[in-house]
């Protein structure tokens, strides 16, 4: 791929005042080789006033720099969707996703991009070797391994790392799976994309990452959305058996 790959990434914020502005300067320090890439943040209305501060990115001159400011919590998953959209109508062939607490490092980035040459969807995957989580509580690491067991068992999932936010998706793959019909609308988004990728053969290729608690700032995760992905789960494998 060339430096004109006009790739994108998106970054789905919630309050994330405390890392967005830092996050944004690493990443176009670590892409100082293969990009420049255009940043999109879609924010839901941060009320720590996350968007002032990509405006204020924007005014000191940041041209690839772009703000899709929702208004109101609508979830992550249909942030994921404003990205691919973005993506499309803007000639993007390449949609990063990543979370914008520093767990998903800038540094991974260049490495998911040269995976992203001979595949459709590149997964920075913790749970392949080489790969890894830090300092997360053992609760976290529970329930994400548990996700990823399910997920995989249930839904026959070859990826090791079927929750990971951290992607690279070639936009052309993404006409083509039917992201109308995709139903999640919060962390669930992330499964159900990938069962939909891989039913429709996508060439699916993870790259080790070391994954880091957030640097600052909370996690948005919640009861609702770990009960909505369970009953994710169960619509997409009667959905399979159909
Ligand atoms: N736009 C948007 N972003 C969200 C929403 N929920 C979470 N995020 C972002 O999604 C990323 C992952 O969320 P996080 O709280 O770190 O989840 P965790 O890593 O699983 O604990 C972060 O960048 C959040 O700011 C949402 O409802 N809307
Ligand atoms: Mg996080």
Known sequence: MSAESHTLICLPTFNEAENIADLIAALRRA???????????????SPDGTADIVRGLQAGGDAHLHLLDRGRKLGLGTAYRAGFDHAARHGHTHVFTMDADFSHSPEHVPHLWRAAASADVVIGSRYMPGGGVANWPWHRRLLSSAANA?????????AHDCTSGFRCYRVDLL?????DDIRSE????????????????A??????????????????????????????????RFARRR
Do not use: N
């Open 31 to 45: 892409t100082q080789t293969v990009g420049p890439f255009d940043i999109l943040v879609v924010d839901d209305g």
């Open 150 to 158: 399910l997920a995989r068992w249930m839904l026959r999932l070859r």
């Open 175 to 179: 006409a083509r799976v039917g992201l």
């Open 186 to 201: 919060g962390y669930s988004y992330l499964t159900e994309m990938l069962w939909r990728c891989q039913r429709h053969g």
């Open 203 to 236: 060439r699916i290729q993870e790259v080790p990452i070391k994954f880091v608690d957030r640097r600052a700032g909370q996690s948005k995760i919640s009861k609702r959305e770990i009960w909505r992905a369970v009953l994710t789960l169960l619509r997409l």
